[in-house]
């Protein structure tokens, strides 16, 4: 019995896409590190295993300057943050770290503009 996988999302690909970049950038010293994060929780019956705080930004980056910069990544922006993710977001912008709320490709390079870096596009 085999489940078909359903068409990856927008959103999803957007991630990808911002994670390729990410990782690429980390690879030629543009930033210092990148991570994703996953967050809620996942399993079945009594075995589940709990991911980071719900809210909690789907990627962070550090700038080589130690910056830290976090990415909520969303199909559109007709879509709200959730209060768990306002909540973080006001916490991260409270210490220091910049956030931003990325829905494609062009706003991603924008976002990376700010911080001084070109756009490199990995075409591996």
Do not use: P
């Amino acid at each position: 019995y085999m489940i078909k996988k359903k068409n990856k999302s927008i959103e999803q690909e957007l991630s990808k896409y911002c994670g390729d970049q990410l990782e690429f950038a980390e690879h030629c010293g543009q930033i210092a590190y990148h991570e994703r994060y996953n967050s809620g929780k996942f399993g079945s019956g009594i075995y589940w295993i709990k991911l980071c705080r719900e809210g909690t930004a789907d990627r962070m980056f550090r700038i080589n300057n130690g910056h830290t910069v976090w990415l909520e990544i969303k199909k559109s922006f007709k879509e709200n943050l959730t209060d768990d993710q306002n909540m973080f977001c006001a916490i991260m912008l409270s210490i220091g770290d910049s956030y931003y709320f990325i829905s494609s490709k062009e706003e991603f390079w924008l976002m990376f503009k700010d911080f001084g870096i070109e756009y490199f596009e990995d075409i591996r």
